[in-house]
Protein backbone atom coordinates (compact mmCIF):
# COMPACT_ATOMS: atom_id res chain seq x y z
CA UNK A 1 0.00 0.00 0.00
CA UNK A 2 1.07 3.52 -0.65
CA UNK A 3 -0.21 5.38 2.53
CA UNK A 4 -0.82 9.32 3.24
CA UNK A 5 -0.62 10.93 6.47
CA UNK A 6 -1.06 14.16 7.71
CA UNK A 7 1.37 15.68 9.77
CA UNK A 8 1.28 19.44 9.01
CA UNK A 9 2.82 20.82 12.23
CA UNK A 10 5.90 18.30 12.84
CA UNK A 11 8.27 21.12 11.28
CA UNK A 12 7.30 23.38 13.47
CA UNK A 13 9.96 24.14 16.07
CA UNK A 14 8.07 24.12 19.10
CA UNK A 15 5.85 20.96 19.01
CA UNK A 16 3.21 20.29 21.21
CA UNK A 17 1.57 17.25 21.84
CA UNK A 18 -0.70 16.50 18.93
CA UNK A 19 2.92 16.91 16.41
CA UNK A 20 4.87 14.41 19.07
CA UNK A 21 2.60 11.90 18.68
CA UNK A 22 2.14 12.56 14.98
CA UNK A 23 6.18 12.37 14.91
CA UNK A 24 6.99 9.10 16.88
CA UNK A 25 4.26 7.26 15.30
CA UNK A 26 5.80 7.90 11.53
CA UNK A 27 9.21 7.29 12.75
CA UNK A 28 7.96 3.73 14.23
CA UNK A 29 6.50 3.05 10.94
CA UNK A 30 9.00 4.18 9.23
CA UNK A 31 11.24 1.53 11.15
CA UNK A 32 8.71 -1.35 10.86
CA UNK A 33 8.71 -0.71 7.23
CA UNK A 34 12.93 -0.77 7.19
CA UNK A 35 12.58 -4.09 9.73
CA UNK A 36 10.11 -6.10 8.39
CA UNK A 37 9.70 -5.08 4.60
CA UNK A 38 6.12 -5.33 4.46
CA UNK A 39 6.22 -3.33 0.86
CA UNK A 40 4.44 -0.33 2.33
CA UNK A 41 5.21 3.03 1.69
CA UNK A 42 3.81 6.02 3.25
CA UNK A 43 3.77 9.78 1.41
CA UNK A 44 3.91 12.76 4.82
CA UNK A 45 2.26 15.87 3.79
CA UNK A 46 3.86 18.61 6.23
CA UNK A 47 4.04 22.41 6.10
CA UNK A 48 7.49 24.07 5.76
CA UNK A 49 9.03 24.90 8.91
CA UNK A 50 12.59 25.48 10.99
CA UNK A 51 12.60 21.92 12.03
CA UNK A 52 12.64 19.20 9.26
CA UNK A 53 12.66 16.58 12.15
CA UNK A 54 11.59 13.68 9.77
CA UNK A 55 13.91 13.13 6.22
CA UNK A 56 12.07 10.91 3.38
CA UNK A 57 13.96 7.47 3.14
CA UNK A 58 13.34 4.51 0.56
CA UNK A 59 10.06 3.54 2.25
CA UNK A 60 8.91 7.24 3.59
CA UNK A 61 8.41 10.33 1.09
CA UNK A 62 8.15 13.48 2.42
CA UNK A 63 6.19 16.43 0.50
CA UNK A 64 5.78 19.60 1.89
CA UNK A 65 3.07 21.94 0.79
CA UNK A 66 2.42 25.22 1.23
CA UNK A 67 -0.97 27.59 1.88
CA UNK A 68 -1.85 30.75 3.18
CA UNK A 69 -4.07 29.13 5.98
CA UNK A 70 -4.79 25.89 8.16
CA UNK A 71 -8.22 25.72 6.54
CA UNK A 72 -6.45 25.94 3.08
CA UNK A 73 -4.02 23.57 3.35
CA UNK A 74 -6.16 21.24 5.11
CA UNK A 75 -9.29 21.47 2.07
CA UNK A 76 -7.42 22.06 -0.55
CA UNK A 77 -3.78 21.25 -0.74
CA UNK A 78 -4.14 18.23 0.86
CA UNK A 79 -6.23 16.52 -1.21
CA UNK A 80 -4.82 17.75 -4.09
CA UNK A 81 -1.62 16.20 -2.88
CA UNK A 82 -2.89 12.96 -2.17
CA UNK A 83 -4.57 12.44 -5.19
CA UNK A 84 -1.23 13.59 -6.60
CA UNK A 85 1.14 11.25 -4.57
CA UNK A 86 -1.66 8.23 -5.54
CA UNK A 87 -2.27 7.20 -2.17
CA UNK A 88 -4.51 4.50 -0.73
CA UNK A 89 -5.36 5.52 2.92
CA UNK A 90 -5.21 9.19 3.95
CA UNK A 91 -4.47 9.19 7.58
CA UNK A 92 -5.23 12.59 9.14
CA UNK A 93 -3.29 12.36 12.70
CA UNK A 94 -4.67 16.12 14.61
CA UNK A 95 -8.64 16.19 14.76
CA UNK A 96 -9.76 17.47 11.54
CA UNK A 97 -9.20 15.95 7.62
CA UNK A 98 -10.20 16.75 4.25
CA UNK A 99 -14.35 16.86 3.78
CA UNK A 100 -13.11 15.81 0.22
CA UNK A 101 -10.89 13.20 0.47
CA UNK A 102 -10.00 10.72 -2.61
CA UNK A 103 -9.48 7.84 -0.98
CA UNK A 104 -10.97 5.79 2.52
CA UNK A 105 -9.74 8.10 5.10
CA UNK A 106 -8.79 7.82 9.17
CA UNK A 107 -8.96 10.60 11.10
CA UNK A 108 -7.32 10.77 14.83
CA UNK A 109 -10.07 12.41 17.02
CA UNK A 110 -7.87 13.18 20.37
CA UNK A 111 -10.67 14.96 21.89
CA UNK A 112 -14.12 16.60 21.05
CA UNK A 113 -13.82 19.82 24.09
CA UNK A 114 -15.03 21.87 21.08
CA UNK A 115 -18.30 20.27 20.75
CA UNK A 116 -19.08 19.56 24.43
CA UNK A 117 -21.76 21.26 26.54
CA UNK A 118 -21.74 23.84 29.00
CA UNK A 119 -19.32 21.68 31.82
CA UNK A 120 -16.62 21.97 28.80
CA UNK A 121 -17.29 25.81 28.07
CA UNK A 122 -14.49 27.09 30.26
CA UNK A 123 -12.42 25.00 28.33
CA UNK A 124 -13.35 26.01 24.67
CA UNK A 125 -14.16 29.14 25.03
CA UNK A 126 -11.08 30.74 26.85
CA UNK A 127 -7.33 30.93 26.00
CA UNK A 128 -5.86 32.91 22.96
CA UNK A 129 -7.63 33.79 20.11
CA UNK A 130 -5.69 31.64 17.88
CA UNK A 131 -7.13 28.49 20.77
CA UNK A 132 -11.01 30.03 19.69
CA UNK A 133 -10.29 30.06 16.16
CA UNK A 134 -9.12 26.12 15.88
CA UNK A 135 -11.93 25.26 17.94
CA UNK A 136 -14.35 27.55 15.74
CA UNK A 137 -12.90 25.20 13.01
CA UNK A 138 -12.79 21.90 14.53
CA UNK A 139 -16.68 22.66 15.47
CA UNK A 140 -17.26 23.05 11.84
CA UNK A 141 -15.37 20.53 10.56
CA UNK A 142 -15.02 17.50 13.08
CA UNK A 143 -18.62 16.07 12.65
CA UNK A 144 -18.85 15.54 8.86
CA UNK A 145 -15.40 14.04 8.88
CA UNK A 146 -15.71 11.53 11.42
CA UNK A 147 -19.16 10.67 9.73
CA UNK A 148 -17.22 10.62 6.28
CA UNK A 149 -14.14 8.48 7.68
CA UNK A 150 -14.09 5.17 7.05
CA UNK A 151 -11.82 4.85 10.86
CA UNK A 152 -11.72 7.27 13.61
CA UNK A 153 -9.27 6.79 15.77
CA UNK A 154 -8.65 8.07 19.67
CA UNK A 155 -6.26 7.46 22.18
CA UNK A 156 -7.86 6.75 25.46
CA UNK A 157 -11.26 4.52 26.31
CA UNK A 158 -12.33 7.64 28.25
CA UNK A 159 -11.87 10.00 24.83
CA UNK A 160 -13.97 6.87 23.11
CA UNK A 161 -16.65 7.30 25.60
CA UNK A 162 -16.38 10.88 24.95
CA UNK A 163 -17.01 10.98 21.32
CA UNK A 164 -19.24 7.93 21.30
CA UNK A 165 -21.84 10.42 23.70
CA UNK A 166 -20.94 13.54 21.30
CA UNK A 167 -20.94 12.49 17.89
CA UNK A 168 -23.55 9.72 16.03
CA UNK A 169 -21.22 6.79 15.29
CA UNK A 170 -21.27 3.21 14.89
CA UNK A 171 -19.02 2.20 18.17
CA UNK A 172 -17.21 -0.15 15.70
CA UNK A 173 -16.16 2.97 13.77
CA UNK A 174 -14.34 4.32 16.53
CA UNK A 175 -10.51 2.50 17.82
CA UNK A 176 -8.39 3.35 20.77
CA UNK A 177 -4.97 3.45 19.38
CA UNK A 178 -2.67 4.49 22.79
CA UNK A 179 0.06 6.80 22.72
CA UNK A 180 3.79 5.66 23.46
CA UNK A 181 6.39 7.32 25.54
CA UNK A 182 10.39 8.07 23.35
CA UNK A 183 12.91 5.53 23.35
CA UNK A 184 15.09 8.74 24.86
CA UNK A 185 13.03 9.26 27.78
CA UNK A 186 14.98 7.00 30.39
CA UNK A 187 17.19 8.16 33.23
CA UNK A 188 19.63 11.04 32.62
CA UNK A 189 22.56 10.13 35.09
CA UNK A 190 25.45 12.22 33.79
CA UNK A 191 26.27 15.19 36.08
CA UNK A 192 27.55 16.91 32.94
CA UNK A 193 24.86 16.31 30.77
CA UNK A 194 22.38 17.18 34.22
CA UNK A 195 24.58 20.70 34.53
CA UNK A 196 24.54 21.40 31.23
CA UNK A 197 20.54 21.53 30.68
CA UNK A 198 20.33 23.05 34.14
CA UNK A 199 22.58 25.82 33.07
CA UNK A 200 20.64 26.29 29.26
CA UNK A 201 17.45 26.99 31.08
CA UNK A 202 18.20 28.27 34.29
CA UNK A 203 17.64 25.74 36.61
CA UNK A 204 18.44 25.51 40.16
CA UNK A 205 19.74 22.22 41.49
CA UNK A 206 16.18 21.05 43.49
CA UNK A 207 12.93 21.83 41.50
CA UNK A 208 9.57 21.39 41.10
CA UNK A 209 8.66 20.70 36.84
CA UNK A 210 4.88 21.80 35.36
CA UNK A 211 4.98 21.80 32.00
CA UNK A 212 2.31 22.93 30.19
CA UNK A 213 0.87 25.95 28.40
CA UNK A 214 -1.48 28.78 28.40
CA UNK A 215 -4.68 26.60 27.00
CA UNK A 216 -7.36 26.72 29.59
CA UNK A 217 -7.50 22.72 30.21
CA UNK A 218 -3.72 22.70 31.33
CA UNK A 219 -4.96 24.21 34.72
CA UNK A 220 -1.73 27.05 34.82
CA UNK A 221 -4.01 29.34 37.26
CA UNK A 222 -4.58 26.46 39.26
CA UNK A 223 -1.03 25.07 39.84
CA UNK A 224 0.19 29.05 40.79
CA UNK A 225 -2.61 29.34 43.29
CA UNK A 226 -1.58 25.63 44.86
CA UNK A 227 2.16 26.42 44.65
CA UNK A 228 1.45 29.51 46.54
CA UNK A 229 -0.71 27.99 49.22
CA UNK A 230 2.22 25.34 49.48
CA UNK A 231 4.79 27.84 49.97
CA UNK A 232 2.81 29.63 52.37
CA UNK A 233 2.88 26.59 54.66
CA UNK A 234 6.52 25.66 54.36
CA UNK A 235 9.88 27.26 55.78
CA UNK A 236 11.57 26.46 52.49
CA UNK A 237 9.87 25.60 49.25
CA UNK A 238 11.57 24.06 46.80
CA UNK A 239 10.83 26.54 43.55
CA UNK A 240 8.52 25.61 40.94
CA UNK A 241 9.73 25.51 37.59
CA UNK A 242 7.29 26.76 34.86
CA UNK A 243 7.79 26.11 30.96
CA UNK A 244 7.02 28.69 27.94
CA UNK A 245 5.65 31.12 30.16
CA UNK A 246 6.30 34.79 30.45
CA UNK A 247 6.83 37.00 33.80
CA UNK A 248 4.16 39.60 32.98
CA UNK A 249 1.44 36.63 33.13
CA UNK A 250 2.78 35.03 36.33
CA UNK A 251 2.74 38.70 37.80
CA UNK A 252 -0.91 39.26 37.25
CA UNK A 253 -1.42 36.08 38.85
CA UNK A 254 1.00 36.57 42.01
CA UNK A 255 -1.00 40.31 42.76
CA UNK A 256 -4.49 38.75 42.51
CA UNK A 257 -2.96 36.21 45.35
CA UNK A 258 -1.54 39.01 47.04
CA UNK A 259 1.53 36.71 46.35
CA UNK A 260 4.23 38.60 44.43
CA UNK A 261 7.02 37.91 47.39
CA UNK A 262 7.01 34.42 46.07
CA UNK A 263 7.75 35.45 42.54
CA UNK A 264 11.70 34.67 43.24
CA UNK A 265 10.53 30.91 43.99
CA UNK A 266 9.35 30.84 40.11
CA UNK A 267 11.45 29.65 37.44
CA UNK A 268 10.15 30.74 34.10
CA UNK A 269 13.11 28.90 31.41
CA UNK A 270 10.94 29.83 28.47
CA UNK A 271 9.89 26.82 25.62
CA UNK A 272 11.83 23.85 26.71
CA UNK A 273 13.26 21.30 23.67
CA UNK A 274 12.04 18.14 23.63
CA UNK A 275 15.36 16.40 23.27
CA UNK A 276 15.92 18.13 26.85
CA UNK A 277 13.19 17.01 28.65
CA UNK A 278 14.47 13.97 30.04
CA UNK A 279 17.62 15.34 31.64
CA UNK A 280 15.03 18.24 33.61
CA UNK A 281 12.52 15.00 34.31
CA UNK A 282 15.24 12.86 35.52
CA UNK A 283 16.06 16.36 37.83
CA UNK A 284 12.87 17.00 39.18
CA UNK A 285 11.74 16.87 42.84
CA UNK A 286 8.16 16.03 41.60
CA UNK A 287 6.17 16.44 37.98
CA UNK A 288 2.93 18.37 38.51
CA UNK A 289 -0.16 17.21 35.91
CA UNK A 290 -2.65 18.41 37.57
CA UNK A 291 -4.79 19.30 33.83
CA UNK A 292 -8.65 19.58 34.24
CA UNK A 293 -8.99 17.66 30.97
CA UNK A 294 -7.01 15.25 28.79
CA UNK A 295 -7.72 12.49 25.91
CA UNK A 296 -3.93 11.24 27.03
CA UNK A 297 -1.17 12.81 29.01
CA UNK A 298 2.17 11.86 27.93
CA UNK A 299 4.14 13.96 30.04
CA UNK A 300 2.94 11.13 32.70
CA UNK A 301 4.39 8.64 30.80
CA UNK A 302 7.81 10.76 29.94
CA UNK A 303 7.70 12.10 33.63
CA UNK A 304 7.90 8.31 34.96
CA UNK A 305 10.17 6.63 32.33
CA UNK A 306 12.48 9.55 33.69
CA UNK A 307 12.00 8.51 37.53
CA UNK A 308 9.98 11.40 38.43
CA UNK A 309 7.50 11.00 40.93
CA UNK A 310 4.00 12.59 39.38
CA UNK A 311 1.00 14.13 41.09
CA UNK A 312 -1.86 14.19 38.13
CA UNK A 313 -5.60 14.39 38.18
CA UNK A 314 -7.90 12.02 38.91
CA UNK A 315 -10.19 13.36 36.24
CA UNK A 316 -10.40 12.87 32.03
CA UNK A 317 -8.11 10.12 30.98
CA UNK A 318 -5.23 10.87 33.44
CA UNK A 319 -5.88 7.75 35.86
CA UNK A 320 -6.02 5.28 32.68
CA UNK A 321 -2.68 6.40 31.94
CA UNK A 322 -1.01 6.86 35.44
CA UNK A 323 -2.58 3.73 36.79
CA UNK A 324 -1.53 3.50 40.75
CA UNK A 325 2.14 5.01 40.01
CA UNK A 326 0.66 8.46 40.37
CA UNK A 327 -0.63 10.44 43.46
CA UNK A 328 -3.68 11.65 41.82
CA UNK A 329 -5.56 14.81 42.71
CA UNK A 330 -9.02 17.33 42.67
CA UNK A 331 -7.85 19.63 39.86
CA UNK A 332 -10.77 22.29 40.47
CA UNK A 333 -9.51 21.91 44.22
CA UNK A 334 -5.62 23.72 44.53
CA UNK A 335 -5.65 22.87 48.20
CA UNK A 336 -5.46 19.18 46.49
CA UNK A 337 -2.58 19.45 44.79
CA UNK A 338 -0.61 21.79 47.58
CA UNK A 339 -1.29 18.93 50.63
CA UNK A 340 0.04 16.34 48.04
CA UNK A 341 3.35 18.25 46.92
CA UNK A 342 3.59 18.83 50.75
CA UNK A 343 2.72 14.95 51.36
CA UNK A 344 5.43 14.12 48.43
CA UNK A 345 8.13 15.65 49.24
CA UNK A 346 8.05 14.85 53.14
CA UNK A 347 8.21 11.18 52.36
CA UNK A 348 11.52 9.67 50.51
CA UNK A 349 9.48 6.39 51.12
CA UNK A 350 6.49 7.37 48.66
CA UNK A 351 9.00 9.01 46.34
CA UNK A 352 10.86 5.65 45.85
CA UNK A 353 7.64 3.53 44.93
CA UNK A 354 6.28 6.15 42.99
CA UNK A 355 9.63 6.08 40.77
CA UNK A 356 9.37 2.32 40.97
CA UNK A 357 6.04 1.90 39.97
CA UNK A 358 6.41 4.59 37.23
CA UNK A 359 9.23 2.57 35.36
CA UNK A 360 6.97 -0.47 35.17
CA UNK A 361 3.75 1.64 33.96
CA UNK A 362 5.98 3.70 31.52
CA UNK A 363 6.95 0.50 29.69
CA UNK A 364 3.44 -0.81 29.27
CA UNK A 365 3.44 2.14 26.82
CA UNK A 366 5.56 1.90 22.95
CA UNK A 367 5.47 4.05 20.23
CA UNK A 368 6.30 0.61 18.65
CA UNK A 369 2.72 -0.68 19.32
CA UNK A 370 1.22 2.34 18.37
CA UNK A 371 2.68 1.15 14.85
CA UNK A 372 1.66 -1.54 14.71
CA UNK A 373 -1.72 -1.03 15.40
CA UNK A 374 -1.93 1.77 13.13
CA UNK A 375 -0.75 -0.62 9.79
CA UNK A 376 -3.27 -3.10 10.75
CA UNK A 377 -5.96 -0.11 10.75
CA UNK A 378 -4.72 1.13 7.81
CA UNK A 379 -4.85 -2.27 5.97
CA UNK A 380 -8.51 -2.84 6.93
CA UNK A 381 -9.46 0.08 5.51
CA UNK A 382 -7.42 0.27 2.49
CA UNK A 383 -10.77 -1.41 0.48
CA UNK A 384 -13.12 0.84 1.74
CA UNK A 385 -15.23 3.17 -0.36
CA UNK A 386 -14.62 6.51 -0.95
CA UNK A 387 -17.76 8.91 0.41
CA UNK A 388 -19.08 11.36 -1.83
CA UNK A 389 -17.66 14.94 -2.62
CA UNK A 390 -19.23 17.74 -1.20
CA UNK A 391 -18.00 21.28 -2.47
CA UNK A 392 -15.20 23.21 -1.40
CA UNK A 393 -14.36 26.65 -1.63
CA UNK A 394 -12.10 28.23 -4.66
CA UNK A 395 -9.16 28.91 -3.98
CA UNK A 396 -5.74 29.32 -5.57
CA UNK A 397 -3.56 26.48 -5.98
CA UNK A 398 -0.92 26.30 -3.39
CA UNK A 399 2.75 25.40 -3.57
CA UNK A 400 3.28 21.63 -3.81
CA UNK A 401 7.27 19.92 -3.00
CA UNK A 402 9.49 17.16 -2.50
CA UNK A 403 10.91 18.02 1.10
CA UNK A 404 15.11 18.15 0.82
Not at 162 to 184: F, W
Not at 299 to 304: K, T
Amino acid sequence: MRIGIEAQRIFRRKKHGMDIVALESLRNLQQRSERQGDGHEYVVFVKPGEDPCLASSKNLYVYELDAPSYPVWEQVALPQAARKAGVDVLHCTSNTAPLNSPVPTVVTVHDVIYLEGRASAILRGSGTWYQRLGNLYRRQVVPSVAHRAAKVLTVSEYERRRILDTLPMPSEKLDVVYNGVGAHFRPVESADEQRRVRQRYGLPEDFLFFLGNTDPKKNLPGVITAYVEYARSVSNPTPLVIADYAREALDVHLRALDALDLAPRFVLPGYMANTDLPAIYSQAALFLYPSLRESFGIPILEAMACGAPVVTSRAASMPEVAGDAAVLIEPTQPSSLASAIRHVLADATLQADLRRQGFARAERFSWARTAERLVEIYEEVAGAPVPAAVPNPVVAEPAFRLAA
